[in-house]
């Protein structure tokens, strides 16, 4: 029985003191291979939005305030937001599930990704990551958004990096396959996918899933701004091409109206358990900031799939990507 108030939740996790934004991110995994999923929160803007990122195991006793989190992660200096995006996933093959933190203000907003491999000593620090990837330029804000997937179709879990103010707000999205050898710099990304036009903020969110049901993991990228911020989503298939431009996207999906933000969050999930995975897309400037949420259905003949489509509605949405 999930209770109706958030008072009265099982377990209640207090940040350190104001203006920390503690719980501004959050992601999942077993972060200290005890074969049980812990808990990761990230705090953006601790110590003058330094940042820091917490982990919470599950050994049976959750500490009730970050201060007392079982690892806490430092970012390397002021303004450089670290913690504002976590994604979770084995970056290095080795069977154990790593931990990934952004922190897209760092050093004018260049923006930094931090890989903290799950090898039984986590550090404290940013400056200590395992691998860190450095956007391209100032006012990229690369790290804003984060997932993890298998987009090679390598058996292994790869990275994906968003970059909403890449080339005046154009946006960009970047793969980092986990083939033994991380890049270090963004420039030199496996995979890296522009948006159509400036102030789109494409890559302002990511989410992954396999949205066309031929068992291969595929990527969706928001740029919430898209043509006076009705806005759009993008659906990448992993079919062995993936493409560089998000105007040649295999699916695009744009908002109802100006003003209306949608594609600001993405997540996945089965949300008719069909054993698919559908796509929900976020879109909070709908009809003056009401709101709404759409779910887009996976359906059998996903491999039908359109150029273009428009979506239609708060959780109504047929999203099975074929012409109606």
Known sequence: ??????????????????????????????????GKTDLAVGAWGYTTNTGRTYLFYNDGSIPTTAATADVIITGETTSNSFGYSLT???????????????????SSSTGRTYLFYNDGSIPTTAATADVIITGETTSNYFG???????FNADGKIDLAVGAYGYSTNTGRAYLFYNDGSIP??????????????TNNYF?????????NADGT??????????????????????????????????????????????GFSLTSGDFNADGKTD????????????????????EAKAEESVQQMKSKGTFKAKGDFRVK
Request: glycine residues 12%.
């Open 1 to 34: 029985s999930i209770p109706t108030t958030a008072a009265t939740a099982d377990v209640i996790i207090t940040g350190e003191t104001t203006n920390n934004y503690f719980g501004n991110s959050l992601t999942a995994g077993d972060f200290n291979a005890d």
């Open 88 to 106: 979770a996933g084995d970056f290095n093959a080795d069977g154990k599930t790593d931990l990934a933190v952004g922190a897209w203000g760092y």
């Open 144 to 150: 804003y958004a984060l997932t993890s997937g298998d």
């Open 184 to 197: 270090t710099t963004a420039a030199t990304a496996d995979v890296m996918v522009t948006g159509e036009t």
């Open 203 to 211: 890559g302002i969110s990511l989410t992954s899933g396999d949205f």
């Open 217 to 262: 993991t595929d990527l969706a990228v928001g740029a919430y701004l898209y043509s006076s911020s009705a806005g759009r989503t993008y659906i990448f298939y992993n079919d062995g091409s993936i493409l560089t431009t998000a105007a040649t996207a295999d699916v695009i999906i744009t908002g109802e109206t100006t003003s209306n933000f949608f």
């Open 279 to 298: 796509l929900a897309v976020g879109a909070w400037g709908y009809s003056s900031s009401t709101g709404r949420a759409y779910i887009f259905i996976t």
